[in-house]
């Protein structure tokens, strides 16, 4: 069964960076990872689907295939976008202790 677990660095932690560490069945692992510039990563979904075609491709690629086949690729996209969303509100909160004048309009 394919893992994913979401990627944290160690204290002092930067909220711009995130990432998703995949660990499929044979063993073989993959890293996902990604750096904000101070906005928000949406729509989350169409991110989410992004990288999982990225590591499909990438698994294709290395000729991974039996990884690639035994992988439920709906539900680690969903795994991947609930990353995002965490990602998301880890940021988030981040900016607002910050101050306004470092939040994205959109949330403001």
Do not use: C
């Amino acid at each position: 069964m394919t893992e994913l677990r979401r990627l944290e660095a160690s204290p002092p932690a930067n909220p711009l960076d995130g990432g998703v560490l995949i660990t499929y069945p044979s063993g073989h692992s993959q890293t996902l990872h990604w750096r904000s510039d101070g906005r928000l990563i949406l729509p989350t979904r169409e991110a989410a689907m992004s990288y999982s075609a990225k590591a499909l491709q990438a698994l294709l690629d290395e000729r991974r295939v039996d990884d690639a086949e035994r992988t439920n690729w709906v539900s680690a996209t969903a795994a991947i976008e609930r990353i995002i969303k965490d990602f998301n509100d880890i940021l988030r909160a981040h900016l607002v202790a910050r101050g306004p004048t470092a939040l994205p309009p959109t949330i403001q």
